[in-house]
T-cell receptor, first 115, second 113 residues
Framework: NAGVMQNPRHLVRRRGQEARLRCSPM?????VYWYRQLPEEGLKFMVY????????ESGMPKERFSAEFPKEGPSILRIQQVVRGDSAAYFCASSPQSQGRAEAFFGQGTRLTVV | QQQVKQSPQSLIVQKGGISIINCAYENTAFDYFPWYQQFPGKGPALLIA?????SEKKEGRFTISFNKSAKQFSLHIMDSQPGDSATYFC????????????FGAGTQVVVTP
């Protein structure tokens, strides 16, 4: 029973490049959430997706950031033209579809370093 | 504007002692309050959670106390062990928004032998 899988675990990008982060939710989970954690800070909500739908993107920066959760395959968080301020740990969480459940399980994160 | 405020920022406790972490929230619509434990280089892991219809929940050495009128909740770690050394985050969410949490800033707990 694999947990939430994120890859890569570590990613180094030069300024101006694109970063692509992947998240495979737990089996049977159809809700995916992306969070960003800056050093010495708590996690900040970015976006909530279900299969083929963005439900809530209120925490996403207006530019350069996008997310998708296709019918097949993992959820992708894409950061275009990365800048040093994008350096952070990005966590994905998933939760089951059953109504009333509010537990979310986190992956181990992708640590993005922009040089 | 930080909707969940957590204190203290760090905590040192001796083995066998009690660790207490406090959180306060503003949004009265929150109805789910989990605590997450995070070790360095790892993702947060759910430790214990409470809903506002109870004032206390205990699981092993971990207890959540909840004060709805004061909009505060706290985590107590009894008989603290060196393996409890980690960063602890409180969080709050609304059931209709599963997984969309407002996190506190975290408390780094160090348990000395």
């Amino acid at each position: 029973n694999a947990g939430v899988m994120q890859n890569p675990r570590h990613l180094v990008r030069r300024r101006g490049q694109e970063a692509r982060l992947r998240c495979s939710p737990m089996k049977g989970h159809s809700h995916v959430y992306w969070y960003r954690q800056l050093p010495e800070e708590g996690l900040k909500f970015m976006v909530y997706l279900q299969k083929e739908n963005i439900i809530d993107e209120s925490g996403m920066p207006k530019e350069r950031f996008s997310a998708e959760f296709p019918k097949e395959g993992p959820s992708i968080l894409r950061i275009q033209q990365v800048v040093r301020g994008d350096s952070a740990a990005y966590f994905c969480a998933s939760s089951p579809q059953s109504q009333g459940r509010a537990e979310a399980f986190f992956g181990q994160g992708t640590r993005l370093t922009v040089v | 504007q930080q909707q969940v405020k957590q204190s203290p920022q760090s905590l040192i406790v001796q083995k066998g002692g009690i660790s207490i972490i406090n959180c306060a929230y503003e949004n009265t619509a929150f109805d789910y309050f989990p605590w997450y434990q995070q070790f360095p280089g790892k993702g947060p892991a759910l430790l214990i959670a409470i809903r506002p219809d109870v004032s206390e929940k205990k699981e092993g050495r971990f207890t959540i106390s909840f004060n709805k009128s004061a909009k505060q909740f706290s985590l107590h770690i009894m008989d603290s062990q060196p393996g409890d050394s980690a960063t602890y985050f409180c969080a709050a969410s609304i059931t209709d928004s599963w997984g969309k949490f407002q996190f506190g800033a975290g408390t780094q707990v160090v348990v000395t032998p």
